[in-house]
């Protein structure tokens, strides 16, 4: 069972996804198996993470501004690719830190995700994108 999820992004955010793909996965009548999703972009990530507290996601959103800033920030005076605009090689080094495709155990048709786990995409450039998830359910 194979799919492709659209997430339209305005700018640097952690959009949610979980929802799609749990109904993607009780839709498609998943039982025992495991799900991968990876995204088709060099530009934003996946990731699992706390979904109680929209702190935490604002917090990690900071965290990477702190070690990729944008091109037009004196430190990263170094970066020679700029084609795209001042964000677009720090959206590719936050790219290269955090995972662009994740693998989650399903059990009875259900992500085994813990209590506070959700799963996002985390757009790290400044503009809008549509982006594309790709998902594949193997049943064991």
């Not at 920030?73 to 495709?101: I, N, T």
């Not at 790290?124 to 049943?139: I, K, T, Y």
Request: some cysteine; charged content about 20%.
């Amino acid at each position: 069972m194979i799919t492709t999820f659209t997430v339209e992004t305005r700018g640097p955010a952690c959009h949610d996804i979980t929802g799609k793909v749990a109904g993607w996965l009780r839709d498609g009548g998943a039982g025992e198996g495991v799900v991968t999703l990876m995204v088709r972009h060099t530009s934003c990530s996946l990731l699992i993470q706390e979904n109680a507290d929209p702190d935490v996601q604002h917090d990690l959103l900071g965290w990477l501004d702190r070690i990729a800033p944008p091109a037009d920030d004196p430190s990263m005076s170094w970066l020679r690719h700029r084609d795209e605009g001042p964000d677009d090689m720090p959206a590719h080094l936050k790219a290269a830190v955090l995972p662009v495709s994740l693998q989650v155990p399903v059990s009875v048709g259900r992500m085994l995700l813990g209590t506070w786990q959700g799963i996002y995409l985390v757009e790290h450039r400044r503009a809008p994108h549509r982006r594309q998830v790709v998902g594949a359910f193997q049943r064991l």
